[in-house]
């Protein structure tokens, strides 16, 4: 196997999930899901009742035993590392929390030049070594031929949760400074995604067959802001993958953006389900592979409900090679996790 | 006259706002701004001061009275009625509240079959009695060649609100009763409907000279669900609003809702920010006029950079006739109001 892909077996390779990502035949439409490993599941409410989120994060036994307790579960196709998108700011300088609800608080936000020039840049990955360590123990853990999938956020919705100071409506700030101090705020994601480049790939390093960016606020953007504003930066990072490593490219609220995605790169390019995932593939190139979109609210109806949207989105698909179930966004926390497993099953039917 | 149109003189009709609703060439592009006469204006401020939302809703004379103002203050093209679009579900048997941040609050949300049962049909229209006087102040008061536009929410944000009990993120007490109770879910919207038509002709009749359509939040849904649960009931309200008077059919996050929107009805389409409005346009066709659509938050930035913005949109218009300037969505409480006096400058520089 090549050197860049060092934990890549023949097994690995030619699983579902990895064969859909280069757009070649498999044996039924393979499926994963954001956020799997969440609080809909006891297993993991279980855990997380001994300690906080940030802790079970940096615990790598804990965060490996959750990623491969999701995938047994739900047999679902791939694992995707337990992990926040929001752990590679604190090497930045960035102090972060996480409120009651699970959601992020930043005491320190980005608001001005002079706050950004005080950003740390991310010279050594070193610091994240519990979540290198959480992936060794996931690869050693789970099955040999379930691709496991690393991740982190796209410099933009990283940009705007360390500008907003945690979750936003309407990303004031974050477009403030862009408008007003676009050197400010091109310095910052420069600085984000040299960070995120090697995040990523010391996450290949460590055991990930693939990585995937969740831009998820991006959809908060015109698509002229995504090209002059984000667009070279998730380029950057993205190209900047080692080869033959997959990469993929999700985000939410992107129907208008979805061109610009593509051409910020990506081997797979997730939607949401707002749009039509056969005009949303027709957009995007059939020379690329994509992922969705269930929407996940589906799963709070009746069984028959979510197999019959289920097959829809089969029906959208045509049985073209390349194509990833997922759902639109991540899994919320009241899903009922029976309606879950029944979407795998109706899925993988056909 | 035409007996539909009571109050539409000839300056009226011949407004550029009106001629742009019939995409005939006007002088200048006319704009008008969602809640121009809202909290980031101190003079509504001052009103507010002394009252609460839902009682300055109900006292015409001071609806009426910040209406004009915001019209005259800024210089924009028509005048929007004050008003809230949940005021007409109080005679549905809603039990409608306020909370400090002007958020609804919805003390008897409606969740199941049963509850839809009880909603009442809104067969006296006198109840809004108060809404009709603020037209017709507001009519008297306005100068008379400025257009007064009368409004409604859209039957799927009308059916969010009474179903979420207030707003929402997820909409998953809305979509669980639309997938598993398909029945009770148009006989819900039907009655809406047949409320917004009622509601939407006395408007005209008191005084308005165009009406619009607020599906904020119709951006939730996939397209197949908006053409299954929504468009039918959109389009008979559209289609029941007395003939000669322009609607204006709105919503956000709608980028890959837009043909549908456009199906559903209006004479004016309205965008939010997130798709270009050169792109739109061509989707929704040449053959109907269009609506906006300014990020809101552009408002923030400096002043170069939002005459710079409304020059893109101008552009992007490329000055066929029937483009309406507007924001993508409502002015935000904090915005200033001297860039708002700036974008409504710049537009009518052309």
Redesign the interface.
């Given at each position: 196997m090549p050197e860049n892909t060092p934990h890549l077996t023949d097994e690995l390779r030619e699983s579902p999930f990895m064969r859909a990502c280069r757009r070649q035949p498999a044996p039924y439409t393979p499926i994963w899901l954001m956020r799997q490993a969440g609080r809909y599941m006891p297993e993991y409410r279980e855990v997380r009742s001994r300690m906080s989120f940030l802790e079970l994060c940096k615990t790598p036994d804990l965060a490996a035993e959750v990623t491969v307790t999701a995938v047994e579960r739900l047999g679902v196709d791939a694992a995707i590392i337990f992990a926040d998108i929001l752990l590679i700011i604190e090497p930045m300088g960035i102090e972060l929390g996480f409120a009651g609800g699970d959601g992020p608080v930043i005491h320190n936000p980005v608001r001005s030049s002079a706050d950004v020039d005080r950003l740390r840049e991310v010279d050594d990955i070193a610091s994240l070594n519990f979540v290198f360590e959480a992936i060794r123990k996931t690869r050693q853990a789970l099955a040999p031929g379930l691709p496991l999938i690393g991740f982190c956020g796209a410099p933009f919705t990283l940009a705007s949760y360390i500008i907003e100071g945690g979750g936003s409506k309407?990303?004031?700030n974050t477009?403030?400074l862009m408008?007003?101090d676009s050197g400010a705020w091109h310095a910052m994601m420069a600085l984000i995604s040299r960070a995120l480049t090697k995040y990523l790939n010391a996450q290949v390093d460590a055991g990930a067959q693939a990585v995937q960016l969740f831009d998820s606020w991006v959809?908060?953007?015109?698509?002229?802001?995504y090209r002059e504003y984000v667009l070279p930066h998730t380029q950057s990072v993205i190209s900047s993958v080692a080869p033959g490593v997959p990469v993929l490219h999700f985000g939410t609220?992107t129907?208008?953006?979805l061109e610009l995605m593509r051409e910020a790169g990506g081997d797979v390019i997730g939607f949401d389900?707002?749009?039509?995932l056969d005009?949303a593939w027709e957009r995007v190139g059939h020379d690329v592979a994509v992922m969705g979109n269930l929407?996940?609210?589906?799963l709070?109806?009746?069984v028959e409900?979510v197999r019959a949207e289920a097959k829809?989105i089969l029906d959208y698909a045509a049985g073209r090679p390349g194509h990833i179930f997922n759902l639109g966004h991540g899994i919320?926390p009241?899903t009922p996790v029976a309606n879950v497993m029944a979407l795998v099953e109706r899925v993988h039917e056909g």
């Amino acid at each position: 196997m090549p050197e860049n892909t060092p934990h890549l077996t023949d097994e690995l390779r030619e699983s579902p999930f990895m064969r859909a990502c280069r757009r070649q035949p498999a044996p039924y439409t393979p499926i994963w899901l954001m956020r799997q490993a969440g609080r809909y599941m006891p297993e993991y409410r279980e855990v997380r009742s001994r300690m906080s989120f940030l802790e079970l994060c940096k615990t790598p036994d804990l965060a490996a035993e959750v990623t491969v307790t999701a995938v047994e579960r739900l047999g679902v196709d791939a694992a995707i590392i337990f992990a926040d998108i929001l752990l590679i700011i604190e090497p930045m300088g960035i102090e972060l929390g996480f409120a009651g609800g699970d959601g992020p608080v930043i005491h320190n936000p980005v608001r001005s030049s002079a706050d950004v020039d005080r950003l740390r840049e991310v010279d050594d990955i070193a610091s994240l070594n519990f979540v290198f360590e959480a992936i060794r123990k996931t690869r050693q853990a789970l099955a040999p031929g379930l691709p496991l999938i690393g991740f982190c956020g796209a410099p933009f919705t990283l940009a705007s949760y360390i500008i907003e100071g945690g979750g936003s409506k309407n990303y004031i700030n974050t477009k403030r400074l862009m408008y007003n101090d676009s050197g400010a705020w091109h310095a910052m994601m420069a600085l984000i995604s040299r960070a995120l480049t090697k995040y990523l790939n010391a996450q290949v390093d460590a055991g990930a067959q693939a990585v995937q960016l969740f831009d998820s606020w991006v959809g908060c953007l015109s698509p002229d802001d995504y090209r002059e504003y984000v667009l070279p930066h998730t380029q950057s990072v993205i190209s900047s993958v080692a080869p033959g490593v997959p990469v993929l490219h999700f985000g939410t609220g992107t129907a208008a953006l979805l061109e610009l995605m593509r051409e910020a790169g990506g081997d797979v390019i997730g939607f949401d389900w707002r749009v039509r995932l056969d005009q949303a593939w027709e957009r995007v190139g059939h020379d690329v592979a994509v992922m969705g979109n269930l929407d996940p609210v589906s799963l709070f109806a009746n069984v028959e409900h979510v197999r019959a949207e289920a097959k829809k989105i089969l029906d959208y698909a045509a049985g073209r090679p390349g194509h990833i179930f997922n759902l639109g966004h991540g899994i919320l926390p009241e899903t009922p996790v029976a309606n879950v497993m029944a979407l795998v099953e109706r899925v993988h039917e056909g």
